[in-house]
Nanobody, 125 residues
Framework: QVQLVESGGGLVQVGGSLRLACAAS????????IAWFRQVPGKEREWVSC???????HYSDSVKGRFTISRDDDKQTVYLSMNSLRPEDAAVYYC???????????????????WGQGTPVTVSS
Protein backbone atom coordinates (compact mmCIF):
# COMPACT_ATOMS: atom_id res chain seq x y z
CA GLN A 1 0.00 0.00 0.00
CA VAL A 2 1.06 3.55 -0.60
CA GLN A 3 2.62 5.38 2.30
CA LEU A 4 3.62 9.01 2.46
CA VAL A 5 5.70 10.22 5.38
CA GLU A 6 6.43 13.90 5.90
CA SER A 7 9.30 15.33 7.87
CA GLY A 8 11.15 18.59 8.32
CA GLY A 9 8.56 20.75 10.00
CA GLY A 10 9.41 22.88 12.99
CA LEU A 11 9.73 26.36 14.40
CA VAL A 12 11.28 29.10 12.29
CA GLN A 13 11.44 32.86 12.53
CA VAL A 14 9.79 35.17 10.06
CA GLY A 15 11.95 35.38 6.97
CA GLY A 16 13.56 32.04 7.67
CA SER A 17 13.62 28.83 5.68
CA LEU A 18 12.60 25.22 6.09
CA ARG A 19 12.70 22.20 3.85
CA LEU A 20 9.97 19.62 4.13
CA ALA A 21 10.36 16.11 2.81
CA CYS A 22 7.79 13.57 1.70
CA ALA A 23 9.05 10.01 1.46
CA ALA A 24 6.84 7.84 -0.73
CA SER A 25 6.61 4.08 -0.84
CA UNK A 26 4.27 1.46 -2.22
CA UNK A 27 3.49 3.06 -5.55
CA UNK A 28 3.11 0.36 -8.19
CA UNK A 29 3.40 2.81 -11.03
CA UNK A 30 6.47 4.74 -12.11
CA UNK A 31 4.20 7.68 -12.80
CA UNK A 32 2.93 9.59 -9.83
CA UNK A 33 1.68 12.98 -8.81
CA ILE A 34 2.74 14.49 -5.52
CA ALA A 35 1.31 17.62 -3.94
CA TRP A 36 1.70 19.63 -0.79
CA PHE A 37 -1.29 21.00 1.08
CA ARG A 38 -1.51 22.92 4.31
CA GLN A 39 -4.18 23.46 6.89
CA VAL A 40 -4.68 25.78 9.80
CA PRO A 41 -7.09 24.59 12.52
CA GLY A 42 -10.57 25.83 11.77
CA LYS A 43 -9.79 26.63 8.16
CA GLU A 44 -10.11 24.72 4.91
CA ARG A 45 -7.18 22.78 3.58
CA GLU A 46 -5.20 24.79 1.07
CA TRP A 47 -3.33 23.42 -1.92
CA VAL A 48 0.25 24.71 -2.00
CA SER A 49 2.22 23.06 -4.78
CA CYS A 50 2.57 19.92 -6.87
CA UNK A 51 4.91 18.08 -9.19
CA UNK A 52 4.37 15.39 -11.79
CA UNK A 53 6.65 12.66 -13.12
CA UNK A 54 7.94 14.94 -15.86
CA UNK A 55 9.04 17.45 -13.24
CA UNK A 56 6.43 20.03 -14.14
CA UNK A 57 5.56 22.09 -11.09
CA HIS A 58 2.71 24.32 -10.02
CA TYR A 59 2.38 26.73 -7.12
CA SER A 60 -0.37 28.64 -5.43
CA ASP A 61 -0.13 32.40 -5.78
CA SER A 62 0.48 32.73 -2.05
CA VAL A 63 3.78 30.83 -2.21
CA LYS A 64 4.97 31.42 -5.76
CA GLY A 65 8.50 32.77 -5.78
CA ARG A 66 9.16 31.69 -2.20
CA PHE A 67 8.57 27.92 -2.22
CA THR A 68 10.17 25.34 -4.49
CA ILE A 69 9.00 21.78 -4.97
CA SER A 70 11.51 19.21 -6.17
CA ARG A 71 11.86 15.49 -6.52
CA ASP A 72 14.62 12.94 -5.88
CA ASP A 73 13.53 9.79 -7.68
CA ASP A 74 16.38 7.70 -6.28
CA LYS A 75 15.14 8.42 -2.78
CA GLN A 76 11.46 8.47 -3.80
CA THR A 77 11.21 11.72 -1.95
CA VAL A 78 9.61 15.04 -2.81
CA TYR A 79 10.82 18.19 -1.12
CA LEU A 80 9.22 21.53 -0.42
CA SER A 81 11.82 24.22 0.15
CA MET A 82 10.23 27.19 1.86
CA ASN A 83 11.99 30.54 1.97
CA SER A 84 11.02 33.98 3.24
CA LEU A 85 8.50 32.42 5.56
CA ARG A 86 5.65 34.55 6.82
CA PRO A 87 3.35 34.15 9.82
CA GLU A 88 0.54 33.18 7.45
CA ASP A 89 2.60 30.19 6.27
CA ALA A 90 2.23 28.55 9.67
CA ALA A 91 0.12 25.41 9.30
CA VAL A 92 0.25 21.66 9.27
CA TYR A 93 1.70 20.65 5.92
CA TYR A 94 0.48 17.48 4.28
CA CYS A 95 1.95 15.50 1.43
CA UNK A 96 -0.54 13.89 -0.93
CA UNK A 97 -0.12 11.54 -3.86
CA UNK A 98 -1.81 9.56 -6.54
CA UNK A 99 -0.90 7.29 -9.41
CA UNK A 100 -0.61 8.98 -12.77
CA UNK A 101 -1.49 7.41 -16.10
CA UNK A 102 1.17 9.13 -18.11
CA UNK A 103 4.52 10.79 -17.70
CA UNK A 104 3.12 14.23 -18.35
CA UNK A 105 -0.22 14.01 -16.61
CA UNK A 106 -0.79 17.30 -14.85
CA UNK A 107 -0.67 17.40 -11.09
CA UNK A 108 -2.91 20.45 -10.86
CA UNK A 109 -6.64 20.31 -10.24
CA UNK A 110 -6.71 16.62 -9.47
CA UNK A 111 -7.98 14.55 -6.60
CA UNK A 112 -5.31 13.04 -4.40
CA UNK A 113 -5.92 9.60 -2.94
CA UNK A 114 -3.09 9.10 -0.50
CA TRP A 115 -2.13 11.37 2.37
CA GLY A 116 0.62 11.63 4.90
CA GLN A 117 0.15 12.37 8.58
CA GLY A 118 1.30 15.97 8.31
CA THR A 119 4.19 17.95 9.72
CA PRO A 120 3.65 21.22 11.59
CA VAL A 121 5.32 24.47 10.64
CA THR A 122 5.34 27.34 13.10
CA VAL A 123 6.55 30.79 12.09
CA SER A 124 7.38 33.15 14.92
CA SER A 125 7.62 36.91 14.63
Amino acid sequence: QVQLVESGGGLVQVGGSLRLACAASGFTSNYRLIAWFRQVPGKEREWVSCINSAGTTHYSDSVKGRFTISRDDDKQTVYLSMNSLRPEDAAVYYCAGRKAFSFRQTCASTEYLYWGQGTPVTVSS
